[in-house]
Nanobody
């Protein structure tokens, strides 16, 4: 399984972006998936996660109320809608797939290549 993340870009503070993640390869259905981000000089951190069915979600405190994770199992696509973006949201955003939602990166088996999100002040 390979994951393709896209949708990053440069946006002003207060703006919005929507990231997409599409798994390719031999996969029958999407399992639990998550978004992580890594800013320069910082550790990779959990952003949001969604269960296989899409019925359960989890968010980092720093993005609650601003970001929304969703998935379309028919289209095999996961999304991260990011609103009210702040300069501190600047990072490379990665999508990942695993057996269940977790804030721990090591719980995810497959990772995308990352997409850059830059928020200017």
């Amino acid at each position: 399984v390979q994951l393709q993340a896209s949708g990053g870009g440069l946006v002003q503070a207060g703006g919005s972006l929507r990231l997409s993640c599409v798994p390719t390869g031999d996969t029958l259905s999407m399992r639990a998936m998550g978004w992580f981000r890594q800013a320069p000089g910082k550790a990779r951190e959990f952003v949001a996660g969604i269960s296989r069915s899409g019925g359960s979600t989890s968010y980092a405190d720093s993005v609650k109320g601003r970001f929304t994770v969703s998935k379309d199992n028919a289209e095999k696509t996961m999304y991260l809608q990011m609103n009210s973006l702040k300069p501190e949201d600047t990072a490379v955003y990665y999508c990942a797939e695993g057996a269940y939602i977790s804030s721990l990166a090591r719980r995810y088996e497959y990772w995308g290549q990352g997409t850059q999100v830059t928020v200017s002040s």
